[in-house]
Each structure stands twice: as structure tokens, then as C-alpha cells.
């Protein structure tokens, strides 16, 4: 069993940085891949970026590429998506996922998560 608990999220101004954190409870997180999605006021929950359990590998939306990092650090349990140059578009709950099985392709879907965290809200003001 896995538990996640999204923090970071709060009001920014366009332009500005966030630093999102996914802390897990369970001794086997370090065997998950980990995710992050967003869902946004009317639209679909979205992919958002994905890391391997190892962090050596990671995946990107390409709305978010080149402006967002994942990363981890597996002795604090925890998982980070640091966001630079927020766009108004990126305001949403942002929810972190664990994956125990999944490649590249279906870690940007929610099939493949067993366990979702309650979500954090980013709000970005133009």
C-alpha cells in the first residue's frame, strides 16, 4: 500500500517558478514509477510528467517540456515536479501517481497507476 500527499501549490504570477512535492508513506516506494497529472476547471486530467523508480528515466508532456523537471529522491520518499516560466494554461490540481509496471508510452496515461494522491492547487495569475 502507498500513500501520497501532494504539497507546493499556491498562487503564482505568470512567468514564475513552483516547486511541487509528492511525499509517499510504504518502504516499497522506491519500486514505483511516479507520475504527475493535472486537471484543470472543465478539461480532461491531463499527463503531465513521468519518472522511472530509478529517476533515470523521465517523461514529458510537450506542453510542459523544456519548462518542467521531475525528479525523486528515494531515501526522503519523494517526488518532485519543479515548474519554471508558468503559463496561465498551467493553472490546475496537479495529483501525483505510483505505478508499479508501465514504459514510457503508458505512463502518460492513468492506466497503468495504482495509487493517487488528493491533489494540489496551482493558480496562475496573467
Known amino acids: 500500500q502507498v500513500q501520497l500527499v501532494e504539497s507546493g501549490g499556491e498562487l503564482v504570477q505568470a512567468g514564475g517558478s513552483l516547486r511541487l512535492s509528492c511525499a509517499a508513506s510504504?518502504?516499497?516506494?522506491?519500486?514505483?514509477?511516479v507520475g504527475w497529472f493535472r486537471q484543470a476547471p472543465g478539461k480532461e486530467r491531463e499527463f503531465v510528467a513521468a519518472?522511472?523508480?530509478?529517476?533515470?528515466?523521465?517523461y514529458y508532456a510537450d506542453s510542459v517540456k523544456g519548462r518542467f523537471t521531475i525528479s525523486r529522491d528515494n531515501a526522503k520518499n519523494t517526488v518532485y515536479v519543479q515548474m519554471n516560466s508558468l503559463k496561465s494554461e498551467d493553472a490546475a490540481v496537479y495529483y501525483c501517481?505510483?505505478?508499479?509496471?508501465?514504459?514510457?508510452?503508458?505512463?502518460?496515461?492513468?492506466?497503468?497507476?495504482?495509487?493517487w494522491g488528493q491533489g494540489t492547487v496551482v493558480t496562475v495569475s496573467s
Open positions: 519518472v522511472s523508480w530509478s529517476g533515470s528515466r523521465t
Open positions: 510504504g518502504r516499497t516506494f522506491s519500486t514505483y514509477a
Open positions: 501517481a505510483a505505478a508499479l509496471m508501465g514504459n514510457g508510452v503508458q505512463l502518460s496515461t492513468a492506466a497503468p497507476y495504482d495509487y
